[in-house]
């Protein structure tokens, strides 16, 4: 019986020490990154984009004679028009849902998820 218990301490401390005694998961946040959201088709792409806090966003109309803008539905950003090749960032600081739409045609949705 000693000699079992001996042995279950061995193993246990020879455990706590291969993994150095931490049980804290290890878990990193995605980094900040820089993506795109092309408008074409009408259309944005990705409609869903999940980033980490801290990234940009920036939506570029690649329809050719359409404008565009990208408005946030709470009033978070809005592009303004964009025509064909315009261009438009944003940095999203806060992690949250962000759904946008189109005012020159509010049929074309988006969403960026902020993580």
């Not at 359409?66 to 978070?76: I, K, M, N, R």
Request: net charge negative; with cysteine.
């Amino acid at each position: 019986m000693k000699r079992a218990l001996i042995l279950a301490t061995a193993l246990m401390l020879t455990v706590i020490a291969c993994d150095g005694g931490d049980d804290e998961p290890t878990t990193s946040a995605p980094a900040a990154a820089e993506e795109t959201v092309e408008i074409a088709d009408l259309a944005f792409a990705p409609v869903e984009l999940t980033i980490a806090a801290g990234s940009s966003v920036t939506w570029v109309n690649a329809d050719a004679n359409l404008p565009h803008t990208a408005t946030s539905d709470d009033e978070v950003f809005d592009s303004g028009t964009l025509n064909e090749g315009d261009e438009f960032s944003f940095t999203f600081d806060e992690a949250g849902t962000f759904s946008y739409f189109c005012q020159v045609h509010p049929t074309m949705q988006g969403t960026i998820v902020v993580e």
